[in-house]
Structure formats: C-alpha cells, structure tokens
C-alpha cells in the first residue's frame, strides 16, 4: 500500500509540473530601429510573432484599421467578417493572403512615402495534424483551422525593393497599428462566423537612411559643385583711406547636403588651395603670366552652416566641427541625379581679397584653386 501511495503521489505531482499553459501574449509591441545605405539597401525585419501554446485563440489572424489611410497600415482586409468568408480555410477561397502598406515621414523634412510591409504566415495543430505555410502575405489569412492551434509563426519585414522607393535618406519613422481577431466555431463552413478582436499588433519603425553616393557641397549660383569665380577688383581707399589701393570681395552661396536630410550631428569642413602663405595663414593668387611676380593674398571668413551670425577666418588646411547640425536652418534644393528636392545646410562663404597697390603689382591674369572637404558626421 505504501508504494502505491507513493507512486500515486509522483504521478500527481509529474501533472502538476507538467505542460502547464503559459500566458499568450496577444498584444505584441515592437520597436524596430535599423541603418540603411540607399546604395545598398538590404531587407529589415520588423516583427517575429512567435507563439506556442494550447490556448492560442482559433483561427488568429490579423486586420487593418484602414483600407485607404496608410499612417497605422491599410489594406484590404478591415472588416473582420469580410476577412473571415475569404479566409483561407473557406471551402470556396480563392483569396491570396495581403500585405500592409505603411506611411514613413522624415522628420526634418516632412516628407512622406508609403512602403509595403510584407510577410509570411505558419501555423501548425496537433490535433489535426494541420498546417499551413502561406508565403504571399499575412493579413486576411486565418492562423489555424478548425480549433485552436498548437504554434503559429508571423514574420513581417520591408524588402530592399521597397526602401529604394524613398526619395532621399534621413530618419524616416512610421508606427504600425495591426488588430488580431479569433474566429468562434460556430458556423466555419459557411463563413458566418463570429469573430472578436483579441489584441493588437504594433510596432514602432525608425529607418536611419543615409545616401553616402549623393553627399555633396552644392553651389546654386552656379548650378553644380565647381564654380569659376571672378574677382572685380574696387577701389579701396574709400574705406581704408589708402589712395591707389584696390581689393575685391565675393560671396559664394554653397548648400552642403549630408545625403541624411541634415540629420547630421555635426559637419566637418577643410578648407586646401594650390597656394598659400604658411607665415600668415592667408590663401594665394599666382600670376598664370609672370609666376615670380608678387602673388594676391585673399581670406576666406564664414559663419557656422546654417547659423547666420559670428564669422570667422577660415585657415588653410585646418578643419572645422560644426556641431548642432540637425537644428540649423535648412533650404530645399533641386541637385543632378536625385529625383526630388533635398535639405542641405546654406554655408555661404566669403572670398576676401587683401587691399593691394595696383601700381606696383606686376600686370596679369592671376588665378588659384580653393577646394572645400565636407565630411557629415551623423553621431
């Protein structure tokens, strides 16, 4: 009699440890970040809805908020009793399952751009030894049969296909907002069942897009990012009251576009020439016709990009950090090669040319070379 009380109380307690349900979670939340090049985009995965369990609601599946908006997801399926009559266990189905299409915004810009968020769908009962393996989508297709599921597998993912439909990098962010719904059993065969929301799906997108093949200093005065630029010379005794003296001045408006919308943290900016004086740091003019003639010394003064205000000599060779780039003041501008306009930061910069007297100064044609490396920086 002891052994057999004994065993009986094993055997008790084996059920009491044994396969016990777990708490399905049926309101998933997902926050997705990932770094993408527009040269090379690759596939992101946004969510992986795992569950295993006896008490999977039957037949799960997912609906849209929308069939027109797009800011949670839109899609075909919405109404849950049209999802249902087409779902994919119905005897007259002729339905593929869908996918959702999500608006992104970039955030310094506004700008915004649908993208199809694709999928896949498995489910797996025990009972029935059931499956089904839908790879055409995942919204409008049922996550079970008959009765409760044993597993079902959601994946949820953009393709490389699609990233390449955004106009230009930056921080493009979307929220998606899905329902999921069980099915009751009552009338399966006739698509007249009932069905309850049982949670939501959502997940919270940020795409950080940079376009490294497209960062460029551009100049809108000349259309492009070389300039050819002229320096008129004016009197300057007017001011400086040095009769025979002469200097020239030129603003050249650049834009300088971080392929990141300028969500840059910080920009780096050096400043070379073919010619410069190392004793005052000044850059140089050659005379094309007599090189052993005097040279013309010139400056370069700039305040930071985007930020009109204190200006600054800008030294050859020397490289200066802006930072607090993705608060500055933009300007949207049309470049060669992209197809929409893009936000880069206005850098206006002005070329000084240093009071001379014209009469001592050997005549000629006298020409330099002032070369600008930008290099956005984004953390």
Known sequence: MKQ?????????????????????????FYNVSASVDLGSPQKIDIANYYIHNWEIPPGLFFVCRSTTDATN?????????N???????????TVTADNVELLFTEQRTKIKQILRIKGTLYWYQEYYLDSRNVSSGFIGVNGGSFGYANEMTTTMYIPADELRKLPFGGIWKAHLNLISSDYAKTGLTSGASTANPVGTLQADITLNITDNHNIRIWLPQFHGSTANVVMPLMPAYWALNKPGQVSAEKIVETCLYDGYSSNSQRFEVTLNSNYTDSSTQDFLLQNTSVPTSSPLHYQVIASPPGQPGTMQHLNPGVTQTYAGINTTGIRMVMMPGLQTPVACVPWPIRIKLLPFDLSRQTAGHYSGT????FTPSLD
């Open 83 to 93: 999802a249902l009559t087409t779902a994919w266990w119905h005897p007259t189905n």
């Open 73 to 81: 997801g839109r899609c075909p399926f919405t109404n849950i009793h």
């Open 370 to 373: 002032l070369s600008v490396t």
């Open 4 to 28: 057999i009380s004994f065993s009986m109380l094993l055997y008790f307690l084996l059920l009491l440890v044994g396969p016990a349900s777990a708490e399905v979670d049926l309101n998933p």
